[in-house]
């Protein structure tokens, strides 16, 4: 009778064992697919905003700071080019000096050039840490700029049919909140990353918690590795969320601002 409780017993052990070494591995496949997939989060945003060696400081020819209001770079761009106009100035260089300004108000007084620029000035100036932060706000702001695009094209098109004025209306209200597009476009483009960012929190919590349980050598053994994985694992999805994060709320300030100046356009004209 023993025997047979000892057998089952053993039975019992050495099934728990069993199960303990399937987590501890099952953990190993999770971190490795999970590691594969945040390296190819990364490749996708690997292409640097293309730029000019030598890229021109339209604020400075200005004459303003960086800033984000519409109508300080226009009051400016009046401002400059009243001095600085050959009819007016006496420089040699009055006629170059005008082009200038005019190329940089060309850049700064529209949104998407603004903050293709914008995204520019800050690669151009970025150090090793910050190199990501501008490859994912150009590509943050390239794929918000091609969905208002499209929105603004579909807005037309639906206004054209409406048969009210109220229904026009609306229309253009509906395209006017920008922030349905911003959240649209910064999920899909960060979504899985800042998930796999969540995943191996959690996946590096559980391993963990094995590990201080377990006594079995060779069981320890595979957690150990796995402990050091999901550092790895931790500390590259939790850059790129925390930049994510950044780069959002970067974006917005920059978006925001000449959102409100184009509603603020539409709705003096309906």
Do not use: C
């Amino acid at each position: 009778m023993m025997g047979i409780i000892d057998g089952i017993r053993g039975h019992i052990s050495r099934t728990r064992r069993n199960m303990r070494m399937s987590a501890a591995k099952r953990i190993s496949r999770d971190s490795e697919r999970m590691s594969k997939q945040m390296d190819g989060v990364f490749e996708s945003f690997n292409v640097k905003p293309a730029r000019p060696a030598n890229t021109e400081d339209h604020y400075k020819t200005l004459g303003i700071g960086y800033t984000k209001d519409p109508s300080a770079i226009r009051k400016a761009y009046i401002d400059s080019i009243k001095r600085s106009h050959p009819d007016v100035s006496k420089s040699k260089s009055a006629e170059e000096d005008a082009k200038r300004i005019n190329r940089a108000y060309q850049v700064l007084k529209d949104m998407q050039s603004k903050l293709d620029y914008d995204t520019l000035l800050l690669a151009k100036g970025a150090k090793m840490e910050q190199a990501e932060e501008a490859r994912l706000l150009g590509a943050l702001v390239s794929a918000y700029s091609s969905a208002r695009k499209a929105a603004y094209g579909e807005m037309v098109e639906r206004a054209k049919r409406a048969t009210s004025y109220a229904a026009f209306a609306s229309e253009i209200e509906a395209y006017l909140k920008w922030e349905q597009t911003f959240n649209g476009v910064s999920r899909r483009l960060f979504g899985k990353g800042k998930g796999i960012a969540a995943k191996a929190k959690k996946l590096s919590s559980k391993n963990m918690q094995m590990s201080k349980k377990e006594k079995d050598e060779e069981i320890r053994s595979v957690l150990e590795k796995n402990e050091a994985s999901l550092h790895a694992l931790e500390a590259m999805s939790g850059s790129f969320s925390a930049n994510a994060d950044l780069v959002m709320k970067r974006a917005r300030a920059l978006i925001e601002p000449s959102e409100k100046e184009a509603a603020r356009e539409l709705r003096r004209n309906l």
